[in-house]
C-alpha cells in the first residue's frame, strides 16, 4: 500500500507542471481555428501532385486526339462517323482559316466507312463579320449511304419488319445570321435538296421495297427536289464548350417546299439542354429535351427519309439505330458524369421518348426507355471519344463507340 501511494505521489508531481502550464494557457481554441490550423499544416507540408504513369499517358493521348480533331491549315485527317450507323469513316480534308484578313475559312473533306457509306462536303465560313456580330456561311454536300434502317412509321413498328434502304442526298445551301448578344443568334437558311432512294445493299435484311409501299413510307416511289427555308434562335451560355455548367437552347422552324407539293411539309424542333456541376465541376448531371413535329401542306404527305427517329447512339441508346420514326418525336435524355482522370470522365444515363402518329400524343405518356453508362475522352472543346452502352430496352443491349458526345 505505501509502494502504491508512493507511485501515486510521484505520478501527481509529474503532472503538476503540466497542469499548471495548462491551467495558466490560452483558452481553447474554436473547432473553425482548429480547421483552419489542419488546411493550412497541410498545405505547407503536402508535396507537389505527381500524376502517375497512366493519367501522363492520356494526358499525351489527350493532346496528340486533339490535334488529329482541331488540325491547323492545310491538309490533315478525316476521322469519325457520317451518320448513325455508318460505321467509322476514313477520308482526308482541307482547311484554310487566313481568308478575307482572316475573317473566312473554306474547308472540304471527303470520307468513306467500312459499310461503303461515303460523302464530300465543301463549305466557306465568315463567323466574324462586322466584329463577330454577323456570319454567313454557304455549302455544298454530297452523300451515299446504302444500308439505312427502316422498321416502319409509329410507335408500333415491328422488328420483324427491319429493312434497308440506300439514300442519297444533294445538298447546296446558305446560312446567315446575327449576334445581338454574346449568347445570342439567330438567323435563316435557304437550301436545295435532291434526296433518292434506292434498294438497300445490306444483303442480310430484306430491301424496303419488299416489306412497305408508297402508302405505308411516303416518298419511296418518287424522286422529287425540295426548297427548305428555315429560321432559327440559338442561345449558348456552356462554359466550357464540353459544358460542365450552364444551358444550349435551340428554336428552329423549316419549309420544306416540294415541286409538285405532293410532300410539302413545315417542321418546327426544339432542342433545350442544361447543365449542372458540383465538387469544383468534376461531377456534372446534364439534362435535354428534344421535340420535333411537322406538318404537311393539304393533301400532302411528310417524306419517311425527313421524319424524326430515335435510336442508336445519339438518343435512345437501348435501341438500334433508327428503331422509331414518325412525324412527331420527343425525347428526354439525363446524363450524370464525373472525372475519372484528367481527359477521362464515366458516366451513367437514362434516355425516355416515343413517336407519334399525331401531335395531340406528344405527351409522356407510354415513354420507350433505356438505361446505362458510358465513358467519355474529351477536352474542355468537346468529346473526341464516346463508349456507351445501353441496357433495359424490350430491343436488347447494344454498344456504341462513336466520335462526340451525345449532347
Known amino acids: 500500500m505505501v509502494r502504491l501511494i508512493s507511485w501515486v505521489w510521484v505520478g501527481l508531481l509529474v503532472a503538476a507542471p503540466a497542469i499548471a502550464i495548462a491551467q495558466t494557457a490560452a483558452p481553447p481554441e474554436t473547432r473553425a481555428e482548429v480547421l483552419q490550423r489542419a488546411r493550412e499544416d497541410k498545405r505547407q507540408s503536402a508535396a ?3 500524376p502517375n504513369a497512366l493519367e501522363r499517358g492520356m494526358r499525351r493521348a489527350e493532346v496528340q486526339l486533339t490535334r488529329v480533331i482541331a ?6 485527317p478525316k476521322l469519325g462517323s457520317l451518320t448513325t450507323g455508318s460505321g467509322f469513316a476514313v477520308g482526308a480534308g482541307y482547311r484554310n482559316r487566313q481568308l478575307f484578313d482572316r475573317e473566312g475559312a473554306v474547308t472540304a473533306w471527303a470520307a468513306g466507312s467500312l459499310k461503303k457509306y461515303w460523302a464530300v462536303e465543301g463549305r466557306l465560313d465568315l463567323p466574324d463579320l462586322a466584329d463577330g456580330r454577323l456570319m454567313f456561311s454557304t455549302y455544298a454536300r454530297r452523300n451515299n449511304y446504302p444500308q439505312e434502317d427502316f422498321f416502319g412509321i409509329g410507335p408500333q413498328a415491328l422488328r420483324s419488319d427491319h429493312s434497308n434502304y440506300r439514300f442519297r442526298n444533294t445538298l447546296v445551301g446558305a446560312r446567315g445570321a446575327v449576334k445581338p448578344a454574346p449568347i445570342a443568334t439567330f438567323g435563316g437558311g435557304l437550301e436545295y435538296l435532291r434526296p433518292e432512294v434506292d434498294t438497300g445493299r445490306n444483303k ?11 402508302t405505308s413510307a411516303p416518298g419511296l416511289a418518287d424522286a422529287t427536289t425540295f426548297i427548305r427555308t428555315s429560321a432559327f434562335l440559338d442561345i449558348d451560355y456552356r462554359q466550357p464548350r464540353n459544358a460542365r455548367r450552364g444551358g444550349w437552347y435551340r428554336l428552329e422552324a423549316s419549309r420544306y417546299g416540294e415541286q409538285s407539293d405532293a410532300f410539302t411539309f413545315s417542321r418546327f424542333d426544339a432542342d433545350l439542354r442544361q447543365y449542372a456541376s458540383i465538387l469544383a465541376e468534376r461531377r456534372v448531371l446534364a439534362v435535354r429535351l428534344f421535340v420535333s413535329t411537322s406538318e404537311p ?3 400532302a404527305r411528310v417524306p419517311f427519309y425527313f421524319m424524326p ?4 447512339h445519339d438518343s435512345l441508346r437501348g435501341f438500334r439505330d433508327y428503331r422509331f420514326r414518325g412525324p412527331h418525336a420527343i425525347l428526354t435524355q439525363t446524363e450524370y458524369r464525373f472525372e475519372v482522370w484528367s481527359g477521362l470522365d464515366a458516366a451513367l444515363f437514362y434516355d425516355a421518348g416515343k413517336v407519334a402518329a399525331r401531335r395531340a400524343a406528344l405527351d409522356f405518356k407510354d415513354l ?4 446505362g453508362f458510358g465513358f467519355r475522352f474529351n477536352t474542355d472543346n ?7 452502352a445501353g441496357f433495359g430496352s424490350r430491343d ?7 466520335f462526340g458526345d451525345v449532347f
Open 309 to 312: 427517329s430515335l435510336g442508336g
Open 382 to 388: 468537346g468529346t473526341i471519344l464516346r463508349i456507351d
Open 71 to 76: 488540325a491547323p491549315d492545310g491538309f490533315h
Open 48 to 50: 507537389p501532385y505527381e
Open 368 to 371: 420507350e426507355d433505356a438505361y
Open 396 to 402: 436488347g443491349k447494344h454498344l456504341y463507340i462513336v
Open 297 to 299: 401542306a393539304a393533301g
Open 204 to 214: 442480310r435484311l430484306p430491301t424496303i421495297g419488299e416489306r412497305f409501299d408508297d
